[in-house]
């Protein structure tokens, strides 16, 4: 409690009596203290009075003498405080007195400390970072220094309480700490948005412990690797946005390409946050709540994703109060054709962030992202997969995690057929983990064959599963080969068809050139899909010939490129393609290597023979013959 001399200093001889401030409570109310108290009601037992808003009591009739009218003022002092909290005064007789303001003591409670403060109340001050409206109480998340605690704040069943409050303000919440389902929320006696001065003190002690602990941890690599190092800085920037945007509240939202690497990226992340994200948020929904990962089957971000992740984060804005999301891409969106999708996205404050290791248009997607981290922005390549680069984001941001993903970085390596010096590192780390190479393959080809019958949906539990995290070992080899299993019978399947209709022919350079129909010689809406039928049909080839080999799969208004010991650029072909042949509306892109084109049906043949004739000039690469990664 802090007293001070209101107004001019009274006689010294003068007693003092003391005036409570009005957000004063029960605690700041001490024994044998003449407080200046009004009379608010008069019964036939005593009359009640009050010294604050909060705190009032009786003085029984056997204590009093004269008449009392409501409104008189009379000083009093504690008398008793009651089982039930009921506190009862006894008047003090002074006539001459010198009043003394007493303000309420808002030493503040760190939310670190609210579980030693159960059933107390306390003070807490922070910004508010979510408001969600409930059937009953208005839920205002608050985050101070330390962590975000759920307020709860009763007005009437549905309505929205302390209305003039917003995300974004800066509150001081009284209330009571109250163990609920678990968890620890306070319920709220008293909320005010704090301004002027106090608000600015506020903010920088905030803003100050905010830096401090979006600091992502020093983590060692888990391989020795020269080439990792250059993407190292760049990695510990992304870390520390996304610690701050947990810290801060708001949601993330993952979008990871829907393959193996893919899934190796956005897993480990997405458990990374998660722990990340209960440890912040008293809120134990907070980890359900607050991330959302998704694949895209499109190598790139399609608008429609992005109408639809656009679409989501607004609703939850609007129901739930949230903020609107921030965007990871994984494993995807370095490209020209994710900009028409982050242009959508650059209407509504919606930071994105793209890790990757496709070949990159930098110029195309800079403006349009807040952090950007791609091999080849550092004269490397895409044998640094997604999944190597987010195992290690991943320890930035959760160290703890460590034991259980040290095997991933292999799998995706192998999924995207990596053959970066650094694979042998890897799988030696696995094999410390009981993962040889074979199982490697196995869950490598597993999380392919899930991912297509999973189709748009996330399948958390089943890819954690096939992952090897938090899984029993038995179980995991069990279920990896009964995958593994069935996507090579399909395989099988699907290349039984396949083979008998592919057409070869010698290129001037020296290159084979295989050409299959996959819409009218594979089937069609099954596994393995377009892409990847071709790529099993390029694999045979090369282990048949050797390289150098180009094959492509063509459907009706699509071709997808494999090659091997070819010097190509796709990304170039395709940007030629469409200034060459007008009306046939070339796109596409991918890999250098690797890659897919679309076009108009009408032009199919006209843009396939234009593709060949680039493919036949083209030089033939011995260095490049190692250099073929296989994930569109
Ligand atoms: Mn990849």
Redesign the pocket.
């Known amino acids: 409690m802090t007293r001070e001399t209101a107004g001019e200093a009274g006689d010294a001889r003068e007693p003092v009596v003391y005036d409570l401030a009005s957000e004063c409570t029960a605690e700041d109310v001490e024994t044998e203290t003449p407080y200046l108290a009004e009379i608010n009601g008069i019964v036939d037992y005593g009359v009640f009075v009050d010294l604050t808003e909060s705190v009032s009591g009786l003085v029984h009739e056997s204590v009093l003498e004269g008449t009392y009218r409501v409104g008189d003022e009379l000083v009093v002092e504690l008398e008793t405080v009651r089982d039930n909290g009921d506190l009862s005064f006894e008047p003090v007789d002074v006539e001459e007195y010198t009043l003394q303001h007493v303000a309420h003591d808002f030493t503040l409670t760190g939310t670190d400390r609210l579980e030693a403060n159960v059933g107390e109340q306390i003070h807490v001050e922070g910004e508010v970072v979510q408001i969600k409206q409930t059937g009953g109480p208005t839920i205002f998340h608050v985050a101070d220094e330390y962590g975000v605690v759920p307020c709860a704040a009763f007005q009437e069943a549905g309505v929205r309480a302390y209305p003039a409050v917003a995300v974004g303000d800066v509150v001081r919440v009284t209330g009571v700490a109250e163990r609920r389902e678990g968890a620890i929320q306070l319920e709220v006696d008293g909320l005010t948005a704090l301004d002027d001065e106090a608000e600015r003190e506020a903010r920088v002690r905030l803003a100050d412990a905010l830096d401090r602990r979006a600091e992502p941890h020093d983590v060692e690599p888990l391989i020795d690797w020269p080439a990792f190092e250059k993407l190292r800085p760049g990695l510990r920037e992304v870390a520390e946005l996304l610690r701050r945007t947990v810290l801060q509240g708001r949601p993330i939202r993952v979008r990871h ?1 829907a ?4 899934m190796c ?1 956005a897993v480990p992340l997405q458990l990374a946050l998660e722990r990340f994200i209960a440890d912040v948020h008293e809120d134990p929904e907070a980890p359900r709540h607050l991330i959302k990962r998704l694949p895209s089957k499109a190598p790139f971000y399609e608008m429609e994703d992005a109408t639809r992740d656009l679409n989501f984060a607004l609703e939850d804005r609007a129901k739930h109060g949230q903020q609107l999301p921030l965007l990871l891409m994984l ?1 995807n969106g370095s490209t020209a054709e994710d900009v028409p999708s982050y242009e959508t996205l650059a209407h509504y404050d919606i930071p994105i962030v793209a890790v ?3 070949h990159p248009d930098p110029e195309a997607v800079e403006d349009l992202l807040d952090a950007h981290v791609n091999p080849y922005l550092h004269d490397e390549d ?1 044998r640094i ?3 190597m680069l987010c195992v290690e984001l991943a320890r930035m941001i959760y160290p703890d995690l460590t034991d259980e993903i040290r095997h991933v970085p292999a799998v ?1 390596g192998l ?2 057929r990596s053959k970066a010096d650094a694979m042998a590192d890897y799988l030696a780390l696995a094999a410390e983990e009981g993962y040889d190479e074979e199982r490697l393959q196995d869950v490598s080809e597993a999380l392919d064959y899930a991912a297509h019958w999973l189709r748009y949906s996330a399948g958390d539990h089943l890819i954690t599963d096939l992952l090897g995290i938090d899984c029993e070992d038995s179980h995991h080899r069990n279920l990896v080969s009964f995958f593994a299993a069935g996507a090579r019978e399909a395989v099988e399947e699907q290349l039984d068809a396949a083979m008998a209709h592919l057409e070869h022919e010698d290129l001037d350079n020296g290159a084979h050139l295989y050409r299959i129909d996959v819409e009218n010689y594979a089937h069609r809406f099954t596994y393995p899909a377009p892409g990847k039928t071709t790529g099993e049909i390029h694999d045979r080839k090369i282990a048949e010939t050797g390289d150098p080999v180009i094959t492509v799969g063509y459907g009706p208004d699509f071709a997808v490129l494999r090659s091997d010991g070819v010097r190509l650029d796709i990304p170039e072909m395709v940007a030629e393609l469409k200034a060459e042949i007008p009306g046939a509306g070339v796109s596409g892109g991918g890999h250098l290597v690797v890659g897919s084109i679309k076009f108009v049906k009408g032009k199919r043949r006209e843009v396939i023979e234009a593709l060949v004739e680039k493919m036949a000039d083209a030089d033939i690469d011995e260095a490049l013959s190692s250099a073929a ?1 296989l ?1 569109d």
């Open positions: 390409h393959d193996g690497d893919g990226a494993d990757d290791h496709h895409y997969t997604t999944g995706a999924a995207d990664p994930d």
